[in-house]
């Protein structure tokens, strides 16, 4: 991983929405000077890309004498992102779905290197670098524990559900772009895909459906009041709406980590919410399951800790160890034989990871 905080060399960035781009430049992990938002034309493919090239161009001019090594950012996809070729059916952007050439055309533009991710897999990486692996195994050795990790497992949960994956600090993008878990199979109706039951239109659903109000018209941010009681509104159902959320969520999470072997940092505006989804993915997480003669197993094979409970932490750093001697010596091994992994909500907010790991991608590739 490239030690992003020190290096001054700047990279340019793109937040890219359906209606504004906001064009920045980072410097050190840091964004330097002003933003620059445009209307994204998302409608008119010439408008859009002529935007694009003139918001870059501004936030150049911005900079003075100081150039550009770089531009990395994120676009919805589908998408062949290691080509930055954009294409398919992307709702915030129609003009695209025929497929777009962007990165090969911003990079003729400007001369310099382009790099185009998902947001799910830049938002994974920033975390990785700038937030929660490094917190964690900081944490750790201030605890004394000598367990470290080097696998994160990162989710956004917002319009939709997104996900990202770190294997021993190298962002996996898959051979097809295609690292996802929001099109499994819900856990309540085999045929739904797993977003359905977890994402912002999914805790508007279930409110709906447990007030006996689906007119309610409240988004999460309103129900999450209502569950707080700082709002009139069915206090049970907003709290059940987000655990359903959760449970949902603790699906794709025992999946994906079982897999993956990692810790797990959730991030979006959803999880302002943490309290009432939280238990929900626990309580799947740390559910069991059986053989068919009846034997009874853990859903995930690791112990999963709430790491955003200090108790829990504690418990977590202090795993099993144990002194174990090597066979015909007085020599002593330690031996900790708990596997374990842990969820926690992103400290750092997934705006900032995502730009975090599109700086820090854009350095890794130059490197090589």
């Known amino acids: ?27 050190g992990g840091s964004f330097i000077g002003e933003t620059i938002t ?58 695209f779905r025929d497929g777009v050439a962007l990165g090969p055309f911003l990079q003729r533009q400007f001369g310099i290197p382009v790099y185009i991710n998902n947001d799910g897999d830049l938002y994974a990486y920033g975390e990785s670098i700038g937030g929660a692996l490094p917190e964690v195994n900081e944490r ?36 097809n772009s295609c690292v996802e878990t929001f099109c499994l199979k819900h856990p309540d109706w085999p045929d739904i895909m797993l977003e359905d039951g977890a994402s912002i239109r999914a805790v508007k659903r279930v409110y709906g459906e447990l007030s006996g109000n689906m007119n309610h ?36 999470m025992a999946t994906a980590v079982t897999l993956t072997d990692g810790l797990i940092v959730i991030g979006g505006g959803v999880m302002h919410n943490r309290d009432f989804i939280m238990p929900g993915i626990l309580k799947v997480m740390r559910s069991k399951m059986h053989q068919l003669t009846g034997e009874e197993l853990n ?14 932490f504690q418990q977590f750093a202090k795993g099993d160890a144990r002194k174990i001697k090597v066979y015909g010596s007085e020599e002593e091994v330690t031996y900790d034989p708990q596997k374990r992994t842990g969820v926690m909500c992103s400290k750092i907010g997934a705006s900032k990871a995502i730009s975090l790991g599109a700086y820090a991608f854009a350095l890794e590739q130059l490197e090589k």
């Open 1 to 27: 991983m490239p030690n992003i905080h020190n290096d001054e060399r700047i990279v340019l960035t793109l937040d890219a929405g359906g209606t504004n781009m906001v064009f920045g430049a980072m410097k």
């Open 38 to 95: 445009q209307p994204s034309n998302a409608q008119d493919l010439a408008l859009c890309l002529n935007g694009m090239v003139e918001g870059f161009k501004r936030v150049i001019a911005n900079l003075g004498d100081q150039k550009p090594v770089a531009i990395s950012f994120c676009f919805p996809g589908p998408a062949d992102y290691p080509h930055g070729i954009i294409g398919g059916f992307l709702p915030n952007f129609p003009s």
């Open 299 to 312: 859903r995930v094979q690791m112990k999963v800790y709430d790491l955003d409970d200090d108790a829990e």
């Open 140 to 175: 750790l050795a201030k605890a004394g524990s000598a367990k470290r990790y080097q696998n994160l497992i990162g989710y956004t949960l917002g319009t939709g559900l997104g996900i990202g994956i770190v294997v021993n600090g190298q962002l996996n993008r898959g051979d």
């Open 217 to 252: 018209g409240l988004d999460p941010k309103e129900i999450g009041a209502i569950a707080k009681g700082e709002m009139p509104g069915d206090k049970n159902a907003a709290i059940g709406a987000f655990e359903k959320c959760g449970e949902v969520i603790g699906d794709a």
